[in-house]
T-cell receptor, first 111, second 112 residues
Framework: GESVGLHLPTLSVQEGDNSIINCAYSNSASDYFIWYKQESGKGPQFIIDIRSNMDKRQGQRVTVLLNKTVKHLSLQIAATQPGDSAVYFCAETHSWGKLQFGAGTQVVVTP | GAGVSQSPSNKVTEKGKDVELRCDPI?????LYWYRQSLGQGLEFLIY????????KSGLPSDRFSAERTGGSVSTLTIQRTQQEDSAVYLCASGGDYNEQFFGPGTRLTVL
């Protein structure tokens, strides 16, 4: 798994702008990739997932892009709102078993 | 409908004591997972139950950690002889047919 430090990378974004959160994954055998949002004091909340045979998937205000060549995953949030402030984690799994999580990115939305 | 619930929400214990953490999954979900989240870090897999299959215990950090799932529903994570490095938020998730994992609010464990 990935090693992580005590300080999460932080993305500051102005309200109304688009956010892009990046993640590198490690396991070529992973067949699902998921983005979770975690607000302070709460458990992670599912945002969107993508299968390994896809390179793009869109949801409501969110888009996930998968680049298997470089093992890179990104989450785009359109028109970022104050309620989007949270820590965002990418996760990978094989056959929907245990999830392996990335380090997380703190998103701070400023007015 | 009710989501995943966990109890207690907070637990403070002394080093060397045993603790039990409880998870009530979403009714009907066959999969149940335990993860640990240390301060400011990502989530670390601990153990996974799927139906009546033998659990995947590959993430348990030591033999002081164990978990059981009774009747395919409620699960208890037990930590024996707690150490300060066990302090973390312990998160439970359950999964249904689609296997999307729904997380509970977690139990914050503090070992003094």
């Amino acid at each position: 798994g990935e090693s992580v430090g005590l300080h999460l990378p932080t993305l500051s974004v102005q309200e109304g702008d688009n956010s892009i959160i990046n993640c590198a994954y490690s396991n070529s055998a992973s067949d699902y990739f998921i983005w979770y949002k975690q607000e302070s004091g709460k458990g992670p909340q599912f945002i969107i997932d993508i299968r390994s045979n896809m390179d793009k998937r869109q949801g409501q205000r969110v888009t996930v892009l998968l680049n298997k060549t470089v093992k890179h995953l990104s989450l785009q949030i359109a028109a970022t709102q104050p309620g989007d402030s949270a820590v965002y984690f990418c996760a990978e799994t094989h056959s929907w078993g245990k999830l392996q999580f990335g380090a997380g990115t703190q998103v701070v939305v400023t007015p | 409908g009710a989501g995943v619930s966990q109890s207690p929400s907070n637990k403070v214990t002394e080093k060397g004591k045993d603790v039990e953490l409880r998870c009530d999954p979403i009714s009907g979900h066959t999969a149940l997972y335990w993860y640990r989240q240390s301060l400011g870090q990502g989530l670390e897999f601990l153990i996974y139950f799927q139906g009546n299959s033998a659990p995947d215990k590959s993430g348990l950090p030591s033999d002081r950690f164990s978990a059981e799932r009774t009747g395919g529903s409620v699960s208890t994570l037990t930590i024996q002889r707690t150490q300060q490095e066990d302090s973390a938020v312990y998160l439970c998730a359950s999964g249904g047919d689609y296997n999307e994992q729904f997380f509970g609010p977690g139990t914050r464990l503090t070992v003094l």
